[in-house]
């Protein structure tokens, strides 16, 4: 009664360590600057000293998020992330201390599309989206070649019309 399905095997692009690497100084860079801007005016125009150690306490924070983020969890997301492509199911699986497995049916979904951002375009990598009713989910960091022809695997398993048989452009 029950299916038995292997686990995945295929693995994201090792590229996918600097792009996220690059975001997360991004994001964390421009925190860090308005926090740090924000506690020098605290001493500088001597705020009461509960601000300045909110302020204080709160860089502290935002620095180490910023090291664990910018440095260690880029490395262990790559390493765990693995997906699984067949003519039944799309199979996800990433995490390190909270594994998430997750089995998409072909039948359920609805639309298959790649996405590329700036960091990822300087590596040539896309993100293919994987759409259902109710949800959708992303395969992060594949190269070009890849990411086209696992769209079109995905459309062709699942049935879902692409290019200019929707009005779908191919990227």
């Not at 308005?34 to 620095?63: E, H």
């Not at 395969?139 to 398993?157: F, M, S, V």
Request: hydrophobic share 40%; glycine share 6%; aromatic share 12%.
């Amino acid at each position: 009664m029950y299916l038995e399905i292997k686990e995945p095997t295929k693995r994201i692009s090792a590229d996918s360590i600097r792009v996220w690497r690059l975001s997360n100084l991004l994001g964390y860079g421009a925190a860090l600057c308005l926090v740090g801007v924000s506690l020098y005016a605290a001493y500088a125009y001597d705020w009461k000293t509960w601000i300045t150690t909110i302020l204080t306490l709160g860089f502290t924070l935002l620095l180490a998020a910023a090291i664990w983020g910018v440095v260690v969890k880029p490395y262990y997301l790559q390493k765990t992330w693995r997906y699984e492509i067949d003519e039944q199911f799309a199979q996800l699986k990433y995490g390190h201390l909270k594994v998430r497995h997750i089995v998409i049916p072909m039948e359920k979904v609805e639309y298959v599309s790649t996405s590329q951002g700036p960091f990822l375009r300087k590596y040539g990598l896309f993100n293919v989206e994987i759409g259902t009713t109710t949800s959708d989910h992303t395969i992060p960091a594949i190269y070009q070649d890849e990411a086209k022809a696992l769209r079109r695997q995905i459309a062709t398993y699942a049935k879902v019309k692409l290019d200019g048989e929707s009005g779908v452009e191919e990227v």
